[in-house]
T-cell receptor
Framework: NAGVTQTPKFQVLKTGQSMTLQCAQD?????MSWYRQDPGMGLRLIHY???????DQGEVPNGYNVSRSTTEDFPLRLLSAAPSQTSVYFC????????????FGPGTRLTVT | AQSVTQLDSQVPVFEEAPVELRCNYS??????LFWYVQYPNQGLQLLLK??????LVKGINGFEAEFNKSQTSFHLRKPSVHISDTAEYFC???????????FGKGTRLHILP
């Protein structure tokens, strides 16, 4: 099993550009989530999904969209990048949110200039 | 809403000395509690979790944590640290009635020779 994969590993965007961060898992997990990690802020939940076709907002959803058309994939879209979105983004998956270990991807380091 | 507070952003400790990393949470309902570790330039991996039952939970790499409901705490301890324990440690909480997992801001553990 590959576990949770994320692409790209690094990305530089200009302000106003859009892009999609890809996340895929091969463990048949129902729950998937996106976090951003900033120095001194820990991990903050952006969006999450409890299954295909179901998504919901986390703590910091503004400026991001998600969709979950399949169990395996959970892409994160930046609609119009801003310097405040410079961060490291982690995707995670688990059997459920409530009592199960989350498996994290290796992260995507995004810089917006 | 639930929240997680990690009281120390950085903890320096000499090699082979004991360490305690503190975590407090706020929630009026039953919770599930987790500690994750992030080694430099890597994603997060689970150290241990508390779901129910015994309040003392043992994890990987010699770490353990104690759930204290009256003090709403879940402190992480290790009796003797090694240089390889240098990492950032995150406390996380989820509730039985919610699908969000909320992380604390993290504690950087510095091992001094």
């Amino acid at each position: 099993n590959a576990g949770v994969t994320q692409t790209p590993k690094f990305q530089v965007l200009k302000t106003g550009q859009s892009m999609t961060l890809q996340c895929a898992q091969d463990m048949n997990h129902e729950y998937m989530s996106w976090y951003r990690q900033d120095p001194g802020m820990g991990l903050r939940l952006i969006h999450y999904s409890v299954g295909a076709g179901i998504t919901d907002q986390g703590e910091v959803p503004n400026g991001y969209n998600v969709s979950r058309s399949t169990t395996e994939d959970f892409p994160l879209r930046l609609l119009s990048a801003a310097p405040s979105q410079t961060s490291v983004y982690f995707c995670a998956s688990s059997y459920s949110a409530r009592a199960h270990e989350q498996y994290f991807g290796p992260g995507t380091r995004l810089t917006v200039t | 809403a639930q929240s997680v507070t990690q009281l120390d952003s950085q903890v320096p400790v000499f090699e082979e000395a004991p360490v305690e990393l503190r975590c407090n949470y706020s929630s009026s309902v039953s919770v599930y509690l987790f500690w994750y570790v992030q080694y430099p330039n890597q994603g997060l991996q689970l150290l241990l979790k508390y779901l129910s039952g015994s309040t003392l939970v043992k994890g990987i790499n010699g770490f353990e944590a104690e759930f204290n409901k009256s003090q709403t705490s879940f402190h992480l301890r290790k009796p003797s640290v090694h240089i390889s324990d240098t990492a950032e440690y995150f406390c996380a909480v989820s509730m039985n009635r919610d699908d969000k997992i909320i992380f604390g801001k993290g504690t950087r553990l510095h091992i001094l020779p």
